[in-house]
């Protein structure tokens, strides 16, 4: 059974950095896990995953500024956020599927099985 539960959001003023957490039980390894974010009255988007042997994606719209990695007991994944702009403002949450393959899966909803509860982060101006 997989659990993960995320840490670490705040709020923070437009150019600062906050670093996310998610504690994951349960992924030893072939997983791919995710950082999805959403905002009320929007679908939740997909904004960075990484593989069990480190090979990673991003959305354009966080190209450059953000930083997904873990620890090599695969317990922990880091979500490293640069330069936060007011647009990042969201719920912020983490997943997973088991996958072998390393060609990075779609950052959709469909394509994770497993799903954190989520934390807020805000961006002010």
């Known amino acids: 059974q997989v659990q993960l539960v995320e840490s670490g959001g705040g709020s923070v003023q437009a150019g600062g950095s906050l670093r996310l957490s998610c504690q994951a039980s349960?992924?030893?390894?072939?997983?791919?896990v995710a950082w999805f974010r959403q905002v009320p009255g929007n679908e939740r988007e997909g904004v960075a995953a990484?593989?069990?042997?480190?090979?990673?994606a991003y959305a354009d719209f966080v190209m450059g500024r953000f930083a997904i990695s873990r620890n090599n007991a695969n317990t922990l994944f880091y979500l490293q956020m640069n330069n936060l702009k007011p647009e990042d403002t969201g719920t912020y949450y983490c997943?997973?599927?088991?996958?072998?393959?390393?060609?990075?899966?779609?950052?959709?909803?469909?394509?994770?099985?497993?799903w954190g509860q989520g934390t807020q982060v805000t961006v002010s101006s």
């Open positions: 997943a997973a599927r088991f996958d072998y393959s390393q060609v990075p899966p779609p950052l959709t909803v469909a394509e994770f099985n497993y």
């Open positions: 990484l593989s069990f042997t480190n090979k990673t």
């Open positions: 349960g992924l030893k390894y072939q997983y791919w």
